[in-house]
Nanobody, 120 residues
Framework: QVQLVESGGGLVQPGGSLRLSCAASGSIFSIDVMGWYRQDPGKQRELVAT???????NYADSVKGRFTISRDNAKNTGYLQMNSLKPEDTAVYYC??????????????WGQGTQVTVSS
């Protein structure tokens, strides 16, 4: 079993910055993909950014140039640096990981979510 623990959410003014962290622990051989998704009440969960084990990244158009995803493979930890935050970035942010176990099996895990509120 694998656990993902997020941290770093909170309240920030428009134009401000936050850094989210996602620490993975448990039966991990490797993490193929780490990602961040977000969800507003009444809306579908949407992709924010993903990063592969080789460092390739993918971003939603709405966050390109403002958010940066990164990961520390030695620590099984992912990060999302969010700059120039806008009120429309307000949502619950979820960490996601595609984990490979020692037998080569892949499984998707989700964190519990962390609230990000952008408001003056």
């Amino acid at each position: 079993q694998v656990q993902l623990v997020e941290s770093g959410g909170g309240l920030v003014q428009p134009g401000g910055s936050l850094r989210l962290s996602c620490a993975a622990s448990g039966s991990i051989f490797s993490i193929d993909v780490m990602g961040w998704y977000r969800q507003d009440p009444g809306k579908q969960r949407e992709l924010v950014a993903t990063i592969n084990s080789d460092g390739r990244t993918n971003y939603a158009d709405s966050v390109k140039g403002r958010f940066t995803i990164s990961r520390d493979n030695a620590k099984n930890t992912g990060y999302l640096q969010m700059n120039s935050l806008k009120p429309e970035d307000t949502a619950v942010y979820y960490c996601n990981a595609v984990v490979r176990d020692s037998k080569g099996h892949l499984q998707i895990y989700w964190g519990q979510g962390t609230q990000v509120t952008v408001s003056s």
